[in-house]
């Protein structure tokens, strides 16, 4: 008999998913490559605990080890293995083929921690292997006793680069760093600058640190890194004085990190601080695990202008967060994908304020061009002007609170299932005001999409100053049949002005567009007044457009259209990756969003905007998919989606 209770997801069979590392990815060799694995029971989504013999499940009041009735000995499920080139391999931790599930409770009844599944992989050969995770499942009663196996990847295992000097580290070590060209060995000790500079470059660096100790921090006069590889190393926490420029490095998916299933912020790989005014950047580098922390910081470019100049986060907790007042920071040009699907609880990507630490200042903030993928709440309290960006996924809600006075305009934010039940798309609650939402286009995705729930949610004594010319589509029913909710929903101490906005929502039964408590269309004078609705009506209350207003089929499932393997070894662009889904999201030639918006609007030609974060004929704020030169290019050359 198990002990069972459902998580917050929506899955209809059971899966085994890598969670780290992602296909093309590459590790030293005599290094162990660090598995995570996904594994989701249909039965159970939880995980389940079973004992033998019919005997009953124990869980001791407030949490702890379970027991079984008879005496026992309980059993966690799912199961985990991980097989490269088709053999099965033995994790180097704990000795044994098959990692087991929790045996755990936590009080609230729950397998603690849920679908935390480790492996440590060690002895590959250099070159290319194939690797799956296998799934195996309860057996009756409590699930179906089958085995599942993942999807493969490949992964390449390096020999040492030559010609470059060894250093091993005997002892901690204090003072400059000056690392070119070599091959470091730390032997698990840890490095202070003690506020002089570092520099390493070309350099591989191996073993510093280990998961409760960084492996460099301290204070820096300045910071130089390029080109370099961190791997089977801790964290780096600089406080720096002075310039900084990381460059071209990569911090790999093997990295000595703390990871907690409940945590969000257990697990940061590098972290930057100081506050001097001169220019800092942090470019063209790659994270396979771990989160990327700006705290109490400022004058930092985080990306570019281009593709060569893209910060490629995928992974476990491979999130974004700036933090503890930091201000003057531009986030340009990343891909950011948290791969979260649901089971590790508490899924930021990109935050503006942590569990432990205070939030950003929200001053001299802009974020734009990014592509931001996954996690229960891929936005946490926004602060700044966030632009052009698309955001894939939704988990619980797309964007969850901001910072007063934040700017939201031309974005996409499309639909991925997998990582949490829908609340809403976007929720402001913590009583921020002066938010202008404007220009933006919300797929809810239809049938195979969650938003039953609103799509723009305003509580409490938070005001949206502006919501306005924005496009929300595909919304639906609940799965039991009931009709979904109003799209917008708030009270009428929460708005300002809304205006200029177009729904297409015909899985949803309902077609209420607003629930605004105090105004009613077609009666508060200026409310909806001038929307667009069926052929290119205006102002009809709970109109809708009559046909699909995008040119393009919906990206779903995601791989259909990007491999995140070709994007980590920059074969797959983010600038093509954007240019296709603007090619996706632009209206039909015919769609009455077409110059539908605000007249205010109205950009330095004259020319009236779309409804909706892509314009179809042209507009000086319309740069959504034209992410640098590139993105230009794409288009003046005839970009084809297909």
Known sequence: MAATLLLARVVGAHEAAFKSPAGGMHF????????????????????????????????????????????????????????????????????????????????????????????????????????????????????????????????????LPSGRTVLELGADANGAIDWQDRIVFGHGHHVDPAGAAV????????????????????????????????????????????????????????????????????????????????????????????????????HWLIGGDGDAQVNILIGPRATMYLVDGSSDMVVRGNYDHHNYRGGWSQGFNLAFTCNECSGASGGGILVEHNLIRGGSWPLQDLAGEFRY??????????????????????????????????????????????????????????????????????????????????????????????????????????????????????????????AITGWTEGTTPGFAAHDVSGTGAIGVRDGQLAADPFSGARVDPYESLVDESAVWQRVQTLSSILAAFRARYTPTATSPVIDGGDPADNDSHGRRTDIGAIDADGHDGDRFGRFGVTGDVIFANGFDPA
């Open 28 to 159: 030293s060799q005599g290094q162990a490559v660090i598995v995570f694995a996904d594994l989701f029971d249909s039965n159970n989504e939880h995980g389940i605990i079973a004992c033998p013999g019919g005997q009953a499940v124990g869980n001791p009041p407030g949490g702890g080890q379970a027991t079984c009735s008879g005496g026992g000995t309980p059993t966690g499920w799912p199961q985990m293995q991980v097989l490269v080139d088709g053999v099965v391999q033995t994790d180097s931790v704990t000795g044994q083929a098959t990692v087991p599930g929790t045996t755990v409770f936590n009080e609230q009844m729950n397998p603690d921690p849920v679908d935390f599944y480790r492996f440590s992989v060690t002895g590959l050969a250099p070159g290319v292997h194939e690797m799956r995770i296998r799934g195996h499942y309860a057996p009756p009663p409590d699930s179906d006793g089958s085995t599942l196996d993942s999807a493969s990847i490949t992964i390449t295992i390096d020999p």
């Open 199 to 298: 520099v390493i470059r070309n350099s591989l660096v191996i073993g510093l640190g280990n998961e409760q100790t960084p492996g460099i921090a301290g204070a820096a006069a300045s910071v130089d890194i390029e080109q370099s590889v961190f791997e089977a190393t801790a964290a780096l926490d600089l406080t720096i004085a002075g310039t900084a420029l990381v460059r071209g490095s990569e911090f790999r998916a093997n990295n000595l990190l703390h990871f907690e299933a409940s945590d969000p912020d257990a697990s940061p790989i590098v972290t930057l601080r100081g506050n001097g005014a001169a220019q800092k950047t942090f470019q063209g580098n790659r994270i396979g695990a771990g989160r990327l922390v700006f705290s109490n910081t400022r």
């Open 389 to 514: 960006n698309l955001v894939y996924g939704y988990g619980h809600t797309w964007l969850r609170s901001a910072n007063d006075g934040a700017s939201i305009h031309h974005n996409v934010f499309a639909p991925e299932k997998g990582g949490g039940d829908l609340n809403q798309g976007v929720w402001f609650y913590g009583g921020e005001t002066g938010i202008t939402l404007y220009n933006n286009t919300f797929d809810g995705g239809g049938p195979h999409g969650d938003f039953a729930g609103p799509t723009i949610e305003v509580d409490n004594a938070s005001r949206v100053t502006s919501l306005r010319n924005n496009l929300v589509t595909y919304s639906r029913d609940y799965d039991n049949g009931s009709p979904g909710l109003a799209r917008i929903v708030g009270a009428s101490a929460n708005f300002v002005s809304v205006d200029y906005n177009a729904f297409h929502s015909p899985d949803n039964s309902t077609h209420d567009n607003y």
